[in-house]
């Protein structure tokens, strides 16, 4: 998702963390969305005779988006 959001790569993560924030529901959305799509990719390499899949998530981050973005106000509610 944060390659959606930053428009690449990123050792901030501010708009990220940002969206996440301002935009918390349609988050859960894209994320949900982005996993179905993964698996049905990797299902359907498996049917397809694939012996060895591989996904490419490497970074997961958990942390207090609030506190990640230092008190921050969302200025851009509704913005998408």
Do not use: P
């Amino acid at each position: 998702m944060s390659y959606m959001v930053e428009g690449g790569g990123t050792t901030t993560y501010s708009k990220s963390k940002r969206w996440l924030y301002c935009h918390a529901e349609e988050s859960k959305h894209l994320l949900q969305r982005i996993t179905d799509v993964v698996v049905q990719y990797l299902v359907l390499q498996v049917a397809a005779g694939a012996q060895v899949v591989f996904s490419t998530v490497t970074f997961c981050c958990f942390y207090d988006l609030q506190e990640s973005l230092n008190g921050k106000v969302c200025h851009d509610k509704g913005k998408r």
